[in-house]
């Protein structure tokens, strides 16, 4: 029971990585709020965390949003009264080539990625500071890092995300406040399958040295270990979650 009253927001939290995420720190004994824009989905999954004797809420948000961002702040303090981790898991994954790009497209995405991740930590980290302690852990890619054709904005965002983990790291240090960044490589979610076949999902998904593919449970471990009291003395990193192997 790593997070026993512990209280953890976890955006992006209605399905994939967020969901298992949020799951596994519920079986630890955390409190829960679930984030996302799909606010029926943020629901359900807190209804599968109040299975495991947690409390939970789900909250709609449009982390894009500053007025939506600051709403769920409200909710997370009226309903638990204080925030010990702040998972940043919510984004979008659109595909398009630099010269086809719209503007709109490539906004977006440095917008949800990227600046959900700074409103985010900003509506959080002052109360994390007045108790002088706090996890932070945003969801970059292994993409941020080697870059995928077709996917410009989205590397851009993910890269950005580690930048802004290890500045942050800095500042927060001297409150007790750790940030950190996981980079997973393809996972078994829905988000990839909305650019490629089913086929071509799977084979990226195999192309590991690993028996089994990438599941959201695989990186949700990595998440509950620097949420920890284990983690205490790391800060400023980012890790990657096999995804050195795929030809990006």
Request: hydrophobic residues 45%; charged residues 20%; glycine residues 10%.
């Amino acid at each position: 029971m790593r997070f026993k009253n512990k209280v953890a927001v976890i955006t992006g939290g209605a399905q994939g990585i967020g969901r298992a995420i949020a799951l596994g720190m519920a079986r630890e004994g955390a409190k829960i709020v679930v984030a996302d824009l799909q606010s029926e989905k943020a629901n359900a999954v807190a209804g599968e965390v109040k299975e495991f004797g947690s409390e939970a809420r789900g909250v709609g948000v449009d982390v894009a949003d500053e007025t939506s961002v600051n709403q769920l702040a409200n909710a997370t303090f009226a309903a638990f009264g204080r925030v010990d981790i702040l998972v940043n898991d919510a984004g979008v994954y659109l595909k398009s080539s630099v010269v086809d790009m719209s503007e709109a497209d490539w906004d977006r995405t440095l917008d949800v990625n990227l600046g959900g991740n700074f409103l985010c930590c900003r509506a959080f980290v002052p109360a994390m500071r007045a108790q002088k302690s706090g996890r932070i852990i945003s969801m970059a890619s292994g993409i941020g890092h080697y870059g995928m054709k077709q996917f410009s904005h989205y590397a851009a965002s993910k890269a950005a995300i580690i930048g802004f983990v290890k500045s942050l790291a800095r500042e927060l240090g001297p409150d007790g406040i750790t940030v950190n960044a996981i980079c997973p490589g393809s996972a078994n979610t829905a988000m990839p399958r909305g650019h490629r076949s089913e086929e071509e999902v799977m084979q990226r998904l195999r192309s590991t040295p690993l028996p089994h593919v990438l599941e959201p449970e695989d990186i949700a471990g990595p998440v509950l270990f620097l949420a920890s009291d284990a983690a205490a003395y790391i800060t400023g990193q980012s890790y990657n979650i096999n995804c050195g192997t795929y030809m990006y």
